[in-house]
Nanobody, 117 residues
């Protein structure tokens, strides 16, 4: 399984960015896909996730601002980030979980999002 993110970059506070994550390989049994973020020196934290039945879950700090979605093939997941804040600056990672434990859990390389004030 390969997980490749794209779409990070620099935005101003109040601006928007859209992250994409393309999954290839064994995709037929994916249970959930999600976005995590990590600031240097801090633990990574869940931003949003979406289950195979399209149920979405959001961290409180992005509710109402970020939207997670998935294409019909369920091999690409997006994170639409609106009303960005400087504190959203982090490396964002895509996660793919087959629901079978660590061997079925995959991460992308990360994409940097920088929000200037």
């Amino acid at each position: 399984v390969q997980v490749v993110e794209s779409g990070g970059g620099l935005a101003q506070a109040g601006g928007t960015l859209r992250l994409s994550c393309v999954v290839s390989g064994s995709t037929f049994s994916i249970k959930s896909m999600g976005w995590y973020r990590q600031v240097p020196g801090q633990q990574h934290e869940l931003v949003a996730s979406i289950l195979s039945n399209n149920t979405a879950n959001y961290a409180d700090f992005v509710k109402g601002r970020f939207t997670i979605s998935r294409d019909n093939t369920k091999t690409t997941v997006y994170l639409q980030m609106d009303s960005l804040k400087p504190e959203d600056t982090a490396v964002y990672y895509c996660n793919v979980d087959h629901g079978i434990g660590p061997l079925g859990n995959y991460w992308g390389q990360g994409t940097l999002v920088t929000v200037s004030s």
